[in-house]
């Protein structure tokens, strides 16, 4: 009698443990939250052609370290001779100090809300944004592109 109880007892015993390994695997299913996706940066930008000044704020995402950042700058479709680099403090084709995160003096930190510029060279950076030019300001974090600004020149 005993022989016959071994394979009902192996049994059962096989069963409960696949219901609990199933029960462990749903609740596990069941709690997982999949990461937040990146957020979305959104980057608004102005151009003062009189001053040839380029404002960029960060509008939505962030923040974004700036010492990550790549910036490419095109007027009319041509892009700068000399790109600008940031953080800076100063750099050639470009005059003066880049205020706001772009300064390398300030926290490299871009927050939302916060706006950061710079000016280009009027004598030694071409081509020159003129009222009503097209400047298209690609930005890169870690070489991946992470927002397009497109504005005219006032």
């Known amino acids: 009698m005993a022989r016959a109880i071994s394979p009902v007892l192996g049994v059962v015993l096989l069963a409960a443990c696949a219901v609990l390994l199933s029960a462990t695997v749903g609740a596990m299913a069941l709690a997982y939250e999949p990461a937040e996706p990146a957020s979305t940066v959104l980057v608004i930008g102005a151009v003062d052609a009189g001053d040839n ?7 939505r995402g962030g923040p974004l370290d700036v010492r990550r950042l790549t910036l490419v700058v095109e007027i009319d479709g041509e892009p700068l001779e000399k790109q600008p680099t940031v953080p800076a ?3 050639s084709g470009f005059t003066g100090f880049p205020s706001g995160p772009f300064n390398a003096g300030t926290d490299p930190e871009w927050n939302r809300g916060e ?6 060279a009027k004598t030694t950076n071409s081509p020159q944004p003129d009222p009503g030019s097209r400047v298209e300001i690609r930005i890169f974090e870690d070489d991946l592109p992470i927002a397009t600004v497109e504005t005219t020149a006032s």
């Open 89 to 91: 403090y100063s750099q």
């Open 115 to 120: 706006s950061a510029s710079l000016t280009v």
């Open 53 to 59: 000044e380029v404002t960029l704020t960060l509008d």
